[in-house]
């Protein structure tokens, strides 16, 4: 097993190289990643990414929402949070195999004192307390196994940026079970940091205390083509959004001007079928924006540009285009 420095802690770029060395590398042999994000909520491919963030706190605060291209739930990743990727040669009967890939985990957490136990179907856990998620992605008899360490994150930020705020919403996507969390540091005996943790993990993933001299370093070709792969992927709102699974939403808020209720459907990222509802005041006929915001993607930028070509006050008295934003999206 070879194990390949990445020092990039934009979550774009991460998820990218995982993809890049999934369908790219010698498949002859076997690779371990470790790898940190900065603030970043990371979203499994087949959920609906509005229904699994608190868009308002996640825009306030800055930070990054990429989709991985492995299923299973949405997690939160900051600097004080681990992930460790495995890329295998693998048979049907090794893939969702969890429990195989977690193990040197517990063994170097049980080193240095900490009992963990592997939990349900992708999980491992202190006391009951779940510090690692795990997901999968296999193709082609490749594997890639890839899981959360939370050492020492913020967990006040862990529950309030996955603590969706909607009124209602109905969807197809997977939604992500949420549990009790906790991090590593505090039932360490001995104090390490995180990047002297990384040592430790990394000599028994490859059960070796010379494991640098097995470690692979990207090629300028290497860099190049994962930025590329960022760039037509994991940066764009398409992946990220647009690829959530259709769903229908219903929001609703009191202005100045009256209560004023959306309903909606949003189908490969588009926004369909909006309805507007209250008992706001106005000249003319709301039919006309319903019409004119159909089909627009549902993306604030964009849903903000085309109301500036709208004359709002023609249409609500006392309600305005900010206010019709915030309804929508907060």
């Given at each position: 097993m070879i194990s390949i420095r990445n020092d990039s802690k934009d979550p774009h770029f991460n998820l990218a190289l995982e993809e890049y060395v999934f369908y790219n590398f010698d498949p002859s042999w076997d690779y371990v990643l470790l790898w940190q994000n900065e603030p970043s909520v990371i979203i499994g491919r087949n959920q609906n990414t509005m229904e699994e963030i608190n868009y308002k706190f996640i825009k306030d605060n800055n930070i990054n929402v990429v989709r991985r291209m492995s299923g299973g739930g949405a997690v939160y990743h900051d600097l004080g949070n681990l992930n460790y990727t495995?890329?295998?040669?693998?048979?049907?009967?090794?893939?969702?195999?969890?429990?195989?890939?977690?193990?040197?985990?517990?063994?170097?957490?049980?080193?240095?004192?900490?009992?963990?136990?592997?939990?349900?179907?992708?999980?491992?856990?202190?006391?009951?307390?779940?510090?690692?998620?795990?997901?999968?992605?296999?193709?082609?008899?490749?594997?890639?196994?890839?899981?959360?360490?939370?050492?020492?994150?913020?967990?006040?930020?862990?529950?309030?940026?996955?603590?969706?705020?909607?009124?209602?919403?109905?969807?197809?996507?997977?939604?992500?079970?949420?549990?009790?969390?906790?991090?590593?540091?505090?039932?360490?005996?001995?104090?390490?940091?995180?990047?002297?943790?990384?040592?430790?993990?990394?000599?028994?993933?490859?059960?070796?205390?010379?494991?640098?001299?097995?470690?692979?370093?990207?090629?300028?070709?290497?860099?190049?083509?994962?930025?590329?792969?960022?760039?037509?992927?994991?940066?764009?709102?398409?992946?990220?959004?647009?690829?959530?699974?259709?769903?229908?939403?219903?929001?609703?808020k009191r202005f100045e001007g009256g209560n004023l209720s959306l309903k909606f459907n949003v189908k490969e990222g588009s926004l369909q079928e909006l309805k507007i509802y209250g008992d706001f005041f106005g000249k003319k006929d709301v039919s006309d924006i319903e019409e004119q915001l159909k089909s627009k993607q549902f993306q604030e930028e964009v849903i903000r540009g085309a109301l500036r070509q709208i004359d709002f006050e023609e249409y609500f008295t006392g309600i305005t285009k900010d206010n019709f934003v915030e309804c929508m999206f907060y």
């Amino acid at each position: 097993m070879i194990s390949i420095r990445n020092d990039s802690k934009d979550p774009h770029f991460n998820l990218a190289l995982e993809e890049y060395v999934f369908y790219n590398f010698d498949p002859s042999w076997d690779y371990v990643l470790l790898w940190q994000n900065e603030p970043s909520v990371i979203i499994g491919r087949n959920q609906n990414t509005m229904e699994e963030i608190n868009y308002k706190f996640i825009k306030d605060n800055n930070i990054n929402v990429v989709r991985r291209m492995s299923g299973g739930g949405a997690v939160y990743h900051d600097l004080g949070n681990l992930n460790y990727t495995f890329i295998v040669n693998s048979e049907r009967d090794v893939t969702s195999n969890f429990k195989i890939f977690t193990e040197p985990v517990m063994s170097a957490l049980a080193k240095l004192g900490v009992k963990a136990e592997f939990s349900g179907r992708n999980d491992i856990t202190i006391d009951g307390r779940k510090f690692s998620g795990n997901a999968q992605h296999y193709s082609k008899n490749r594997l890639l196994h890839h899981g959360t360490i939370l050492f020492d994150s913020d967990l006040i930020v862990v529950q309030e940026a996955l603590n969706v705020k909607v009124d209602k919403m109905q969807s197809k996507g997977i939604k992500s079970v949420r549990s009790r969390v906790t991090n590593v540091f505090p039932y360490l005996e001995e104090k390490v940091t995180v990047e002297e943790f990384k040592d430790i993990l990394l000599k028994f993933f490859l059960d070796d205390d010379n494991y640098k001299e097995k470690e692979y370093i990207l090629t300028e070709a290497d860099l190049a083509a994962v930025k590329s792969l960022m760039d037509r992927k994991y940066l764009t709102w398409e992946w990220n959004y647009g690829e959530s699974p259709a769903f229908e939403l219903e929001k609703g808020k009191r202005f100045e001007g009256g209560n004023l209720s959306l309903k909606f459907n949003v189908k490969e990222g588009s926004l369909q079928e909006l309805k507007i509802y209250g008992d706001f005041f106005g000249k003319k006929d709301v039919s006309d924006i319903e019409e004119q915001l159909k089909s627009k993607q549902f993306q604030e930028e964009v849903i903000r540009g085309a109301l500036r070509q709208i004359d709002f006050e023609e249409y609500f008295t006392g309600i305005t285009k900010d206010n019709f934003v915030e309804c929508m999206f907060y």
